[in-house]
């Protein structure tokens, strides 16, 4: 069993930083992890995945701003979000999916495990 705690959210002001981190607990070293944001009202999507072997993927509004990375040895994922926008405020969620390799990174229902949120906002 996986389980999934973020942290990292905040207030910022356009433009602003924040790095989420996302500690990663149970066996999940050769699982698809992911980052997934809500806005208000709308439904989930997919930000950013990573691969048990290191491929990373983002969604286009995000590329050259925000890098995913995994600490296998500190059971954390992690995403640094740069140059925020206000249209990023939203509640993002990690996420675990039990196999190693997706054909499509940001298809939510492949997501097996999930965290609680935490909520960026950005004015």
């Known amino acids: 069993h996986v389980q999934l705690v973020e942290s990292g959210g905040g207030s910022v002001q356009a433009g602003g930083t924040l790095r989420l981190s996302c500690t990663v607990s149970?066996?999940?070293?050769?699982?698809?992890l992911g980052w997934f944001c809500q806005p208000p009202g709308k439904e989930r999507e997919g930000v950013a995945a990573i691969y048990p072997g290191g491929s990373t993927y983002y969604a286009d509004s995000v590329k050259g701003r925000f890098t995913i990375s995994r600490s296998n040895a500190k059971n954390t994922l992690y995403l640094q979000m740069n140059n925020l926008k206000p249209e990023d405020a939203a509640m993002y969620y990690c996420?675990?999916?039990?196999?190693?390799?997706?054909?499509?990174?940001?298809?939510?229902?492949?997501?097996?495990?999930w965290g609680q949120g935490t909520q960026v906002t950005v004015s």
């Open positions: 996420a675990a999916a039990n196999v190693p390799y997706m054909l499509t990174p940001f298809l939510a229902s492949a997501y097996y495990y």
């Open positions: 149970g066996y999940y070293s050769s699982y698809c």
